[in-house]
């Protein structure tokens, strides 16, 4: 008896053999099979920090990354009265605060500071930070890294922007779209800092697959940066006491 499958209405009709109808349900069964797994490989960085913010926020505090991240500020030639700051993928605003907070120390004046997000998790507890903090100068927007033409009219021509744990949630393919992007919002002589996870044994084990993220080498980063028109290229070092973190990650400072 021959039959023939109705892949439309779902139902076997007269005109194909079996053998046939069992290679078309095992072609069907291996098409779910690779779209799951990329699923998998591609994970929702919004459903992600929704579901683990709590975890984040106990994660980084537990490796003292906010200390860190300010401490290299502290230290950054980079830093004066008034600077005009983006956080581009703020999270919950370890890098906005780390900065402002550094400003403060130095006896440095903090200039209009805004951030974006893509998470409104992640932005929600950033704004109950700056409550709980009583500052109400900075400003919070959701975006999306690949589309910064819908930010405001008035978020551009920064001195600094900054970035960290955000674009290795991007296709590696994409990177350096980002990076135009960003390039793109830099006053004529800004600086744009990167903090990115880097490849090896301990990061594909705690990040790429506990937080499901892409990680980098030197190589790659120089080269999208490249790409993305950076011209002046600069692999930096948390200070001495936070030197450990550079097991987790790079600094890269870029003009372009």
């Not at 903090?195 to 090896?200: D, G, H, P, S």
């Not at 930096?236 to 400072?253: A, K, M, N, V």
Request: charge should be positive.
């Amino acid at each position: 008896m021959r039959l023939q499958l109705d892949t439309r209405r779902g139902r076997i009709t007269r005109g194909r053999s079996l053998a046939a109808i069992r290679q078309a349900a095992e072609r069907a069964r291996s098409l779910y099979r690779g779209v799951a797994i990329a699923a998998k490989l591609a994970p929702n960085p919004v459903q992600l920090f929704s579901d683990r913010s709590h975890t984040y926020i106990r994660f980084i505090r537990s490796v003292r990354y906010p200390q860190g991240i300010r401490a290299y500020f502290l230290h950054s030639p980079l830093l004066g009265s008034g600077l005009h700051v983006l956080d581009a993928g703020c999270g919950t605003g370890v890098v906005t605060l780390a900065l402002r907070d550094a400003l403060l120390c130095r006896g440095l004046a903090p200039g209009p500071m805004q951030a974006f997000d893509l998470t409104p998790t992640m932005l929600e507890r950033f704004r109950e930070e700056l409550v709980r903090l009583g500052i109400a100068d900075i400003e919070l927007a959701q975006a999306d890294i690949l589309a910064l033409d819908r930010l405001p009219a008035s978020w551009s021509n920064y001195d600094l922007v900054v970035s960290a744990s955000m674009l290795e949630y991007l296709p590696p393919t994409r990177l350096s779209t980002a990076l135009r992007g960003l390039r793109s919002l830099l006053k004529e002589d800004g600086t744009f800092v990167l903090f990115i996870t880097r490849r090896n044994w301990l990061t594909r084990l705690l990040i790429g697959r506990w937080w499901e993220s892409n990680l980098y080498e030197d190589s790659e980063l120089d080269q999208a940066f490249r790409v993305a028109g950076f011209t002046s290229i600069a692999f930096r070092t948390f200070p001495p006491r936070f030197r450990y973190l550079g097991l987790w990650g790079y600094i890269i400072e870029a003009r372009g």
